[in-house]
């Protein structure tokens, strides 16, 4: 399970560690609510990465038509693309919403709640949190 | 045959009725291989002791006994399990192939349409982002596996939780849990007694993947806060998903990470091996005691055919022609055809 130790092979850590940060990046693309700029992206990502890795990343993923590109001041800004995705997306919300036996092999991040189920959460969060966790975004 | 042969079914009452209350006490992984070793093996004692069951029935039939040259009163006399016993078992027998056949052949369905589904989701990352508001996350298994989260999710968790939920979802990835849903859904078809154990199967693979995601991240309150704004915005979307939702699941998960790591202890897991040792055993031993009634009763339809015929029954123990009487010992002895 811990990939990244020894008894991997190098080249088999190092793919899927690059794999890693591209997901990384692109979550925090499609979280943000407008483009990036590569110190953003920088900033948003957990770790101490390179800024260079970061850039590598943003370019790699521009060649794969994941990101577009703008220039803005002395750099460029990024942001996902949007609309390629659209007609999986309708799919799998249609899938979702509707309910079918295929969601079986799903594993869903997590499950729905009952009021009790709510109440109790916002508990558990707020105490360990020290602030409210309905607050959030 | 007595008892043992009834041993596996009381296993499976054991397992179905101890694993919900004792998974979550363990570390989610070995409690995840126990579950699925447990569920294997109990399901297959289940077939086995049906199987012997609804075989002791048949062999009274004269048309079968006919067939198998051996003596039907012998075998009424050796055996004690009533014929109602024997066409009950023999029914649920049936019900529990049926079962794990229709099940099977939807399980494969779906994995290969989760496979198809991996290849069309747009680009070839590890990571999917649907444009869609509502909050959805999941693995979908395939080759490679992808995550599947959309946008809506991504923006109500934090920085750090959402590293959390490509970790989680990665685990989940990485160990093949979808082979673990498999066996289990397989199991509970086989036998619906099953069923909670599958239940509880589904909610120690999540925990597995949040303690990883734990690992990870190095901080369990992070992956703790990601889980709880994730069902929390689930909850708050307008059109709530009409799962079957395995209520109160989120909670549980939210305060084990929100507590130490749980620790690794060995002895129940240990304690259950031996169960399931018992299980096969006892299985082992109606199997070979049933062996011997059908030897004995093959002996008896042989000597009572010699008599007929006016042969002297052979009084000499090696080399007679019926073979020796397999009541004599007991024990998994050399009588095998």
């Known amino acids: 399970m811990r990939d990244r130790k020894i008894g991997e092979s190098g080249e088999t850590s190092g793919r899927r560690a690059r794999g890693e940060l591209e997901s990384g990046v692109l979550a925090a693309l499609w979280a943000a609510s407008g483009p990036l700029t590569a110190?953003?992206?920088?900033?948003?990502?957990?770790?101490?990465?390179?800024?260079?890795?970061?850039?590598?990343?943003?370019?790699?993923?521009?060649?794969?038509?994941?990101?577009v590109r703008h220039r803005a001041g002395r750099g460029h800004v990024y942001a996902p693309v949007r609309d390629e995705a659209s007609d999986t997306a309708q799919r799998m919300h249609t899938l979702l919403e509707r309910g079918s036996d295929r969601e079986a092999v799903l594993t869903r991040f997590v499950s729905e709640l009952s009021e009790q189920d709510e109440q109790l959460l916002y508990r558990l969060l707020g105490e360990h949190d020290g602030h409210p966790a309905d607050e959030g975004p | 045959m007595t008892v043992s042969v009834y041993v596996p079914f009381v296993v499976t009452v054991v397992l179905a009725a101890l694993a919900p209350r004792l998974a979550g006490r363990f570390a989610p992984r070995p409690a995840a291989w126990a579950l699925a070793?447990?569920?294997?093996?109990?399901?297959?004692g289940w077939l086995g002791s049906l199987a012997l069951l609804a075989f002791t029935g048949l062999a009274q039939i004269p048309e079968v006994a006919r067939e198998g040259r051996w003596s039907v009163t012998a075998v009424r006399a050796d055996d004690p399990v009533y014929l109602t016993v024997s066409a009950i078992a023999a029914v649920t027998l049936l019900a529990s192939l049926t079962g794990l056949a229709v099940s099977a052949a939807r399980q494969v369905r779906h994995l290969l349409w989760a496979r198809r589904e991996c290849a069309r989701l747009p680009g070839d990352l590890e990571l999917a982002v649907l444009d869609d508001a509502s909050p959805h996350a999941f693995a979908l298994p395939g080759a490679p596996g992808r995550i599947v989260v959309s946008h809506g999710m991504l923006r109500c968790l934090g920085d750090a939780e959402r590293e959390a939920l490509l970790a989680h979802e990665r685990a989940h990835l990485r160990a093949r849990h979808h082979?673990?849903?498999?066996?289990?859904?397989?199991?509970?078809?086989?036998c619906p007694l099953l069923?909670?154990?599958?239940?509880?199967?589904?909610?120690?693979?999540?925990?597995?993947?949040?303690?990883?995601?734990?690992?990870?991240?190095?901080?369990?309150r992070v992956v703790a806060r990601a889980v709880g704004r994730a069902a929390l915005a689930s909850a708050k979307a307008p059109e709530r998903a009409t799962l079957a939702a395995t209520g109160g699941a989120v909670p549980q998960r939210v305060r084990a990470l929100l507590a130490p790591p749980p620790p690794r202890r060995a002895l129940p897991l240990v304690a259950g091996a031996a169960l399931l040792a018992v299980s096969c055993a006892s299985l082992a031993e109606a199997a070979s005691d049933s062996e011997h009634m059908i030897d004995g009763a093959q002996f008896v339809a042989c000597v009572t055919a010699l008599r007929d015929t006016g042969t002297p029954v052979p009084p000499p123990p090696g080399h007679a022609p019926c073979g020796h009487p397999p009541r004599d010992h007991h024990g998994p002895g050399p009588h095998r055809h």
């Open chain 1, 39 to 67: 110190r953003q992206v920088q900033e948003r990502l957990p770790g101490d990465l390179a800024y260079t890795t970061v850039l590598t990343i943003l370019s790699r993923l521009h060649d794969k038509n994941t990101l």
């Open chain 2, 37 to 44: 070793g447990g569920s294997l093996v109990t399901a297959l």
């Open chain 2, 179 to 190: 082979l673990f849903q498999t066996a289990w859904r397989l199991t509970a078809a086989v």
């Open chain 2, 195 to 220: 069923r909670p154990v599958a239940e509880t199967g589904g909610f120690v693979l999540e925990r597995w993947a949040d303690e990883e995601a734990a690992a990870r991240l190095g901080d369990r």
